[in-house]
T-cell receptor, first 118, second 115 residues
Framework: SQELEQSPQSLIVQEGKNLTINCTSSKTLYGLYWYKQKYGEGLIFLMMLQKGGEEKSHEKITAKLDEKKQQSSLHITASQPSHAGIYLCGADHLDRNAGGTSYGKLTFGQGTILTVHP | DTGVSQNPRHKITKRGQNVTFRCDPI?????LYWYRQTLGQGPEFLTY????????KSRLLSDRFSAERPKGSFSTLEIQRTEQGDSAMYLC?????????????FGPGTRLTVL
């Protein structure tokens, strides 16, 4: 979707290296969701960010949402082969016509294919 | 297993045939979403329900597509007169909307191949 740009499209790293995936929205976000997907399977929920400046961590994965709520980054520390997969950001955009609440549906980026070499 | 389930997991059909997919959401989740994903792309929104009411449909959802959630629990997505362009992964997600959060949990998907 042009409303949501994700970069890079693919990433190949050596095990143990750190990496960052970025997600930029052309519209103000109500919420930003990060998912991981294995090829041919469903999406696994990782984290949700809603407040400007918010940062959340789970194991070696940290996600941040900028103050203006239009950009998010996903950072993996000391990558492992188990981190390999497709990472997707999903945007729940702000619906100003509905009192500043959520649209509800998610708009996704194209995804980032992460390969981790042992 | 208390996650979202989808059936069938795979469906191969001939062009022109009708197909129906089923989604069972997480128990007590009030919202249910359908998305479509093609190779190399992120999922695209199709439609969603709050309880049994269908609240929004994407322009992607042509009149050959219909979705129902008759009792506010499971949902079905039917595609009539399938076309080769309908080949995709159809994903279902559910969420419990209370207050601010709307974490959507996805099922494993139904992969449709139209020959």
């Amino acid at each position: 979707s042009q409303e949501l740009e994700q970069s890079p499209q693919s990433l190949i790293v050596q095990e143990g290296k750190n990496l960052t995936i970025n997600c930029t929205s052309s519209k103000t976000l109500y919420g930003l969701y990060w998912y991981k997907q294995k090829y041919g399977e469903g999406l696994i929920f990782l984290m949700m960010l809603q407040k400007g400046g918010e940062e959340k961590s789970h194991e070696k994965i940290t996600a941040k949402l900028d103050e203006k709520k239009q950009q998010s980054s996903l950072h993996i520390t000391a990558s492992q082969p188990s981190h390999a997969g497709i990472y997707l950001c999903g945007a729940d955009h702000l619906d100003r016509n509905a009192g500043g609440t959520s649209y509800g549906k998610l708009t996704f980026g194209q995804g980032t294919i992460l390969t981790v070499h042992p | 297993d208390t996650g979202v389930s989808q059936n069938p997991r795979h469906k191969i059909t001939k062009r022109g045939q009708n197909v129906t997919f089923r989604c069972d959401p997480i128990s007590e989740h009030n919202r249910l979403y359908w998305y479509r994903q093609t190779l190399g792309q992120g999922p695209e929104f199709l439609t969603y329900f709050q309880n049994e009411a269908q609240l929004e449909k994407s322009r992607l959802l042509s009149d050959r597509f219909s979705a129902e959630r008759p009792k506010g629990s499971f949902s079905t997505l039917e595609i009539q007169r399938t076309e080769q362009g309908d080949s995709a992964m159809y994903l279902c997600a559910s969420s419990l909307v209370m207050g601010l959060g709307n974490e959507q949990f996805f099922g494993p998907g139904t992969r449709l191949t139209v020959l």
